[in-house]
């Protein structure tokens, strides 16, 4: 995989902030670039009620998280055990939630793991393949669930081979985010994910912890993209215990991350699940609390890369005079960073609605809010044009 680390690294020192530029182009010296630009295939004509003043005064916006919600949340299973396949891959489905999948590597297909005298039944490949083509995504847990931080640990069997293994496995599969067995890093192991992945979860069991370890409810964007701070919410946890830090996060407007481990099936508890399970019923409220608070729920690879695209990328507007042109576009890598931002733009006076259309003249899905178009778009240079009808 290739991640322009260089550019990760200017975001995370914060030389990049999110940028507007407003490109006022008069329409009379810009004429001859729109007419070439422009898709001719509109079934309305243009009125001149809707002609944009030379003097419009932009106000676009880049969206702190997807679709303009006040924070986000991703939901994480650590270790790859056969009850997250078969009970809470499940539940996602049926609410039509993503998560991420953290698998240690080389436990998966291998039946039961004796964690520290405890008997874990472990999912198989086939599973995880299940999982993967159903849009979840699949991350590394390490190859053998060691702490890495342990002197002697073989960094590179843990981080590097864990990915090919489960990439070898699975078809179709890039792992692009890490977690840390025992939510335990250093700078050192962190330095060393930063070469294969473009993020990386770390975490608490203890709700106390998570205000005042890993650096608290994550900053945005997060002080250490490679040690995301998440909580492990565990059976020994009531709803209010963790909702309560859920609450916080969201008055933040930052991201709530979770670590999941266990989830017994429906009929109750049963040999082999993973670590403190949760019933299946709690498990399901949980993610129904998520979803009533309103947290845009994404997994962790795809709210990482919102956040690196958001911070990256510059919006430029131009008044093409019967349209406006939006353009949204950064240095990072296209084959990576493929992710639609959600942007806002103002309406010009006299425009009750308007519509986005891509450069072939194709429609793009928008939406109206408050006066302004509300559009999701890859920030990949290409224009969208905005029209009054
Ligand atoms: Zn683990």
């Not at 309103?294 to 019967?322: C, M, P, Q």
Request: net charge negative; charged share 25%.
């Amino acid at each position: 995989m290739t991640i322009s680390l260089q550019a990760k690294k200017k975001i995370l020192a914060g030389i990049l902030p999110v940028l507007l530029m407003s490109c006022l182009v008069p329409p009379a010296q810009n004429a001859g670039e729109e007419q070439n630009d422009e898709p001719p295939l509109f079934s309305a004509e243009f009125s001149s009620d809707y002609a944009i003043p030379a003097d419009f005064d932009f106000e676009g916006e880049i969206a702190r998280w997807y679709g303009f919600r006040e924070a986000a949340a991703s939901i994480t299973f650590d270790d790859g055990t056969y009850d997250q396949y078969s009970t809470a891959w499940p539940v996602l489905e049926e609410k039509g939630i993503k998560g991420t999948f953290y698998l240690a590597a080389g436990l998966i297909g291998t039946g039961d793991w004796d964690d520290h005298g405890t008997v874990r039944r472990m999912m198989n490949w086939e599973q995880a393949s299940q999982i993967a083509a159903s849009g979840h995504e699949i991350g590394s847990h390490s190859l053998n669930h060691v702490d890495v931080t342990a002197p002697g640990v073989d960094l590179d069997a843990e981080l590097r081979e864990s990915r090919k293994l489960i990439e070898s496995q699975i078809p179709d599969v890039s792992v692009e985010t890490f977690c840390w067995p025992h939510w335990r890093e250093t700078d050192k192991t962190v330095e060393a994910a930063e070469e294969e992945y473009l993020s990386a979860r770390s975490g608490n069991g203890i709700i106390s912890y998570y205000y005042s370890r890993k650096g608290g409810i994550p900053s945005d964007p997060p002080e250490n993209m490679y040690a995301v701070n998440a909580l492990g919410i565990l059976n020994s946890h009531s709803d209010s215990d963790w909702q309560k830090v859920a609450e916080d996060v969201y008055r933040e407007k930052s991201w709530f991350v979770t670590s999941f481990h266990g989830v017994e099936p429906a009929d109750g508890p049963t040999e082999g699940t993973g670590w403190s399970p949760l019933s299946r019923d709690v498990f399901s409220s949980a993610v129904d609390y998520l979803i009533d608070r309103g947290f845009w729920i994404d997994t962790f690879a795809a709210v990482s890369k919102y956040i690196y695209e958001r911070d990256a990328s510059l919006l430029h507007l131009a008044n093409g005079g019967t349209s406006l042109r939006l353009t949204l576009d950064n240095s990072l890598d296209k084959g990576i960073y493929d992710r639609e931002l959600t942007v806002s733009l103002n309406l010009p006076p006299g425009w009750e609605t308007a519509s986005a259309y891509g450069p072939g003249g194709d429609r793009v899905l928008s939406r109206i809010d408050s006066g302004k178009i509300i559009i999701d778009i890859v920030p990949d240079g290409q224009s969208v044009f905005i029209k009054p009808y």
